[in-house]
C-alpha cells in the first residue's frame, strides 16, 4: 500500500489524530526536520497495537519517538508512520516507594511527584526533557547517575501486539542505550524503584541540579541534549573543548560557547548544518586524541 492510500483506511482504525506531512521541527527539540509522512498522535493503547499492526501487515516503516528531545531529523524528512507517544499518555501513580509513569510522562514532571511525596532517587532527572519512553530507550542520565539504575520495570508492546513486561535485566541498560530499540518493542509505562525520604531535602536538590543544568547548558537555544556520547575514561565535551571546536559554525548550527558537547540551532539550522559540524568535530578529535566519537543522539529519516 503506498503511502497515498494509507489515509482513509488508517485514519477509520485510530482514534487519536492521524497527521500527514507534519514538520518534524514542530516535534523535535532541536527544531530541525522535514516531514514525516503520516504521524499518529494515539489516544489509547489500543491505538498504539493497531499503529505498530498495520504498519508491519502493510510494510510501513515504522518510527517511533517520544518528546524528541535527543532526536535529530534529516532535512527530507522521515518516510512511512512515526508514532509519537507523549499526550494522553502522562498519567503517573504512587504506590508506596514506587513511581508507575506511563510513556508520555515528561522525567522532570516525575521527578517533582516523587520529590512531593517524599521519594528519593529521581533529582538527577529534574531537568532531562525526555519523556518516560524515550528515556528508558536510550538510558538517560544526567550528574552520574541513569534511569537504569531507578528502573524496576518496563511494559511494552512487542512487534506482534503483545504486552508485557520486563525487569531491568530484561531491559538491558547499558551506557546511554538499552535493549529497547533492537528489540523493536514499545515502551507503554515504567516503574521506578525508590527510596523514602524527606521531601524538602528531595525538592532542593531537585533545584540545585536544574540550577547547574541552567547555568553550564545553553538552554536560551534550541538543541538536543549533548551531541556525543562519552568516550569510556573521558568527557566528550572536554575532547571537543580541547581541540578548539566551540564557537565552529556551519549555517545556523553552533557548538556552544557555554557547554562544547552541544550543537544549538541559532536560526534555521538543518539536519545537513549539524551532520557536517559533527563531522569535522570527529576528525579533530580523531587527530588529537586517536578517539573516535560517537553519537549520543538519534539520526532519523532522509
Not at 498504539?48 to 515504522?62: H, N
Not at 503483545?162 to 514499545?186: H, M, N, P, Q, T
Not at 515504567?190 to 541540579?209: D, H, S
Not at 545556523?252 to 552541544?262: E, I, M, Q, T
Amino acid at each position: 500500500m503506498q503511502i497515498g492510500e494509507v489515509q482513509q483506511p488508517l485514519s477509520s482504525l485510530i482514534r487519536g489524530d492521524v497527521l500527514f506531512g507534519q514538520s518534524m521541527r514542530e516535534h523535535t527539540s532541536w527544531r530541525i526536520g522535514g516531514p514525516a509522512d503520516i504521524m499518529v498522535l494515539p489516544a489509547c493503547v489500543d491505538d498504539i497495537r493497531t499503529c505498530v499492526l498495520f504498519a508491519r501487515e502493510q510494510g510501513i516503516p515504522l518510527t517511533v519517538m517520544g518528546n524528541g528531545s535527543n532526536m535529530l531529523v534529516k532535512d527530507r524528512g522521515i518516510r512511512g508512520i512515526v508514532l509519537k507517544i507523549s499526550r494522553g499518555f502522562n498519567r503517573i501513580e504512587i504506590i508506596g516507594t514506587t513511581v508507575s509513569a506511563e510513556a508520555g510522562s515528561l522525567m522532570p514532571v516525575v521527578a517533582v511527584q516523587a520529590a512531593e511525596a517524599g521519594l528519593s532517587g529521581l533529582e538527577f532527572a529534574a531537568g532531562i526533557p525526555a519523556s518516560v519512553g524515550g528515556a528508558i530507550s536510550m538510558n538517560a542520565g544526567a550528574h552520574g547517575k541513569s534511569i537504569g539504575e531507578v528502573v524496576r520495570s518496563a511494559v511494552i508492546l512487542t512487534q506482534d501486539g503483545e504486552i508485557r513486561s520486563l525487569d531491568r535485566e530484561e531491559i538491558g541498560f547499558a551506557y546511554r542505550k538499552s535493549g529497547i530499540r533492537e528489540k523493536r518493542v514499545v515502551v507503554l509505562n515504567a516503574v521506578f524503584a525508590l527510596e523514602p525520604g524527606n521531601p524538602a531535602e528531595i525538592k532542593m536538590k531537585n533545584q540545585t541540579n536544574l540550577k547547574k543544568r541552567r547555568q553550564s547548558q545553553p538552554l536560551e537555544y534550541p538543541n538536543a541534549g549533548s551531541v556525543f556520547a562519552n568516550p569510556p575514561g573521558q568527557w566528550a565535551g572536554w575532547l571537543v573543548d580541547q581541540v578548539g571546536a566551540k564557537g565552529m559554525r556551519v549555517g545556523d548550527a553552533l557548538v556552544s560557547d557555554k557547554h562544547a558537547n552541544f550543537i544549538v540551532n541559532v536560526g534555521a539550522a538543518s539536519a545537513a548544518d549539524v551532520l557536517e559540524l559533527v563531522g569535522q568535530i570527529r576528525q579533530m578529535v580523531f587527530k588529537k586524541f586517536n578517539i573516535e566519537l560517537k553519537l549520543e543522539i538519534q539520526v532519523v529519516g532522509e
